[in-house]
């Protein structure tokens, strides 16, 4: 390519790209001015359709707009011809979860066997369905289980967990409460609970709406409770 043609090609890139600034800086202006509700703009960037642009605010909410922020789209952006949910692709793409960056410290760990796979959950202890998920786990061997407890069917959860987290010993706690039907423990003794306000304000971050919600080593994310033949399925494909 010889200077010329390289100096139009640089050329035409900058316009381009002052082009999408000055309607980003639209869209900020007129999207505060219309909507103030509305949180602050994170990022806006094109999308496949001409003319539309997508708005992302509070880390993962998606919305989409037109170049002068005449209208607010909300709802799913579908590609008909690879029939692929696109806004869902974004959203999870955006809280996904890198297990090596979970806070360990805010969880109680269980180890069966070898303890070599790993799994971290979030459960709620008057969650019906992790009571089903737990005594269903108990077939899964050779495994090390970061449970962060995540209250969030209200105020009796919340009282469960504190209990369960100031118990001597917490997995022994868990475990009676939630495969043994014990009654849950009265804490040992008043304890620092503040790893349960993480655990909500976590969840919240990575849109984490309902218990049990596994995630994986490869940062797969699997909500609801899953039996134990389909756990062992995930973690093999999480070693890949």
């Not at 005594?135 to 469960?160: C, W």
């Not at 369960?164 to 009676?176: E, G, P, S, V």
Request: charged share 25%; aromatic share 8%; glycine share 4%.
């Amino acid at each position: 390519m010889n200077l010329f043609l390289k100096s139009l090609l640089t050329t035409a890139i900058a316009a381009t790209c002052l082009g999408v600034l000055a309607q980003e800086a639209v869209i900020r202006k007129n999207m505060a001015q219309r909507i103030p509700q509305l949180k602050a703009i994170d990022e806006v960037n094109p999308t496949a359709i001409p003319g539309i642009f997508e708005i992302r605010v509070n880390g993962s909410e998606i919305y989409y707009t037109d170049a002068k922020a005449n209208y607010l789209i909300q709802g799913n952006l579908i590609d008909t011809r690879e029939r692929r949910n696109l806004t869902e692709e974004r959203v999870e793409k955006l809280t996904a979860v890198k297990f090596d960056a979970l806070p360990l410290k805010d969880a109680f760990t269980i180890v069966r066997g070898n303890g070599q796979r790993k799994l971290a959950v979030f459960e709620d202890p008057n969650c019906g369905y992790c009571k089903r998920f737990e005594r269903d786990l108990q077939k899964v061997d050779n495994i090390t289980i970061h449970m962060f407890l995540y209250p969030i069917l209200g105020a009796d959860s919340n009282e469960k967990s504190k209990a369960i987290w100031c118990a001597k010993d917490r997995a022994l706690a868990w475990q009676d409460w939630m495969v043994r039907d014990q009654p849950a423990p009265p804490a040992a003794a008043m304890c620092d609970t503040s790893a349960l306000t993480r655990n909500v304000e976590l969840g919240r971050t990575y849109k984490v709406t309902g218990t049990p919600t596994l995630i994986f080593t490869n940062g797969s994310r699997i909500p609801g409770a899953i039996d134990a033949k389909q756990v062992e399925k995930l973690l093999a494909e999480s070693k890949e």
